[in-house]
């Protein structure tokens, strides 16, 4: 392994079996990346297969030749691995929880609330339909109460006409195309919605993470460059070249005496200013855990009132109702001016029974029926959340190695520029003994 790693980190192949070695090398890291690359397109941020193909061939083709003929270059994307742990690979993790929320979660979301709009939709047809169907009674009612009054024992006692105006609405199928433009009309907005924030959130997750992969590349290239050209930077390690110097010049005691500021690099010792970063960056992942799990209690949340609704619906008992006529009909005589002589008037009051009428009539108000399409609730996927919760885990243990992943890009620069390394070890060593002289 140390074998192919120096073929791989020297800047020019000695023959042409290193110049073989290297080619292998470069191939089979770009047919692995190219994979990754294809999967990453084609699956996290959705673009078309054919799209991802062709872009993954002309990337693997282009960083092929790359890695082969720039020697810098090689450093830089060998840096990259490492710094996948720092900020910048976090970035990456939360675009792709954001593409996952957006591809699963959202619209699971948007289903159980059509579930919903689907049974308040059917409960207003059905009751509609109960009404109308109450006012046909209404008007049965009304004509046998009309033909129960004039079938009067007395025809001079007979009504002129004993039928009731009730003013029934015969056409219902004007209400049933109302109540249907309406419901497509709220189905056609609701997907417009639903489209357009799908689309929004694609293409803001498409822009965020190509930035952050330029941003990726930028942050290894702006590593080796402060790498190469400023001595002083990350650079308090105690390393085995630092330790070779300080006993050539017979100095150990300079590594002793500053033991408390400076780190070895293979070391799981942190500085106080690394504890520091860790917390903070450790608050904003947790940060970002807590709303995408108010995305998740949405979720439950929605499936468990569309549940709630199409349960309760389909629960739903039929409300009886019963309408009671009691109707009796007399009529009296009397003989007030002729009170004072019986003879004349042989009854005082007389009372005749002209028509009785009892009858009860039953109806049912039926709220919900079986005829109604309500597509079931959709329950939240638990490998959604399975995955979530691993990209989490990864995106915390990232925050505590993002220390040790400075440190492999410092190993990795160092590997490749050991001339430099060389320098900026022998800094360090002076630093050390300017120091110790003025204390």
Not at 167 to 175: P, W, Y
Request: aromatic share 10%.
């Amino acid at each position: 392994v140390s074998d192919l790693w120096w073929i791989y980190s020297k800047p020019v192949p000695a023959d042409g079996r290193e110049l073989w070695t290297l080619f292998l090398q470069c191939s089979c890291i770009t047919v692995v990346i190219g994979g990754l690359f294809y999967n990453w397109m084609f699956a996290s941020l959705e673009y078309s297969w054919h799209l991802s193909v062709a872009m993954a061939v002309s990337f693997s083709l282009l960083l092929l030749l790359t890695l082969l003929l720039v020697h810098p270059a090689r450093c830089v994307f060998s840096m990259i691995m490492p710094t996948l742990g720092t900020k910048q690979g976090r970035k990456l993790l939360f675009s792709t929880c954001i593409m996952i929320a957006v591809v699963n979660i959202t619209p699971n979301i948007m289903g159980n609330i059509k579930t919903i709009l689907q049974v308040i939709k059917c409960i207003c047809k059905n009751s509609s339909d109960s009404l109308l169907n109450s006012t046909a009674l209404l008007e049965k009612v009304s004509w046998e109460f009309g033909d129960a009054i004039q079938e009067t024992i007395h025809s001079i006692y007979k009504p002129m006409n004993g039928h009731f105006r009730f003013s029934l609405l015969q056409n219902s199928s004007l209400i049933y195309q109302k109540m249907h433009l309406a419901g497509e009309k709220i189905s056609r907005e609701f997907l417009s919605v639903e489209v357009l924030v799908k689309d929004s959130i694609r293409v803001a997750n498409r822009l965020a993470a190509g930035f952050f992969v330029l941003y990726l590349c930028f942050e290894s290239t702006w590593y080796l460059k402060n790498y190469l050209t400023n001595l002083r930077f990350d650079n308090f390690y105690v390393t085995k070249k630092l330790e070779r110097l300080a006993v050539d010049r017979r100095a150990a005691h300079l590594l002793v005496g500053s033991s408390k500021k400076l780190i070895r690099p293979t070391g799981l010792r942190l500085s106080w200013e690394e504890v520091v970063l860790c917390l903070v960056q450790a608050m904003l992942v947790t940060v970002a855990l807590l709303l995408l799990l108010v995305v998740v209690a949405m979720d439950h949340f929605a499936f468990s009132v569309a549940d709630t609704a199409v349960r309760k619906a389909a629960q739903f008992s039929a409300v009886p109702v019963t309408l009671s006529i009691k109707y009796k009909v007399s009529a009296g005589a009397s003989c007030p001016a002729l009170s004072g002589d019986p003879a004349l008037c042989p009854f005082r009051e007389v009372e005749l029974l002209l028509g009785d009428f009892n009858r009860t009539y039953h109806h049912l108000l039926i709220f919900s029926s079986a005829r109604c399409r309500i597509s079931p609730p959709t329950p939240p996927n638990p490998s959604v959340l399975l995955v979530l919760g691993l990209l989490f885990c990864i995106l915390y243990a990232t925050v505590f190695l993002e220390t040790f992943a400075r440190r492999l890009c410092r190993e990795i620069a160092a590997s490749f520029f050991p001339g430099c390394e060389e320098r900026r070890v022998l800094h360090l060593y002076r630093k050390l003994s300017r120091r110790h002289r003025r204390e």
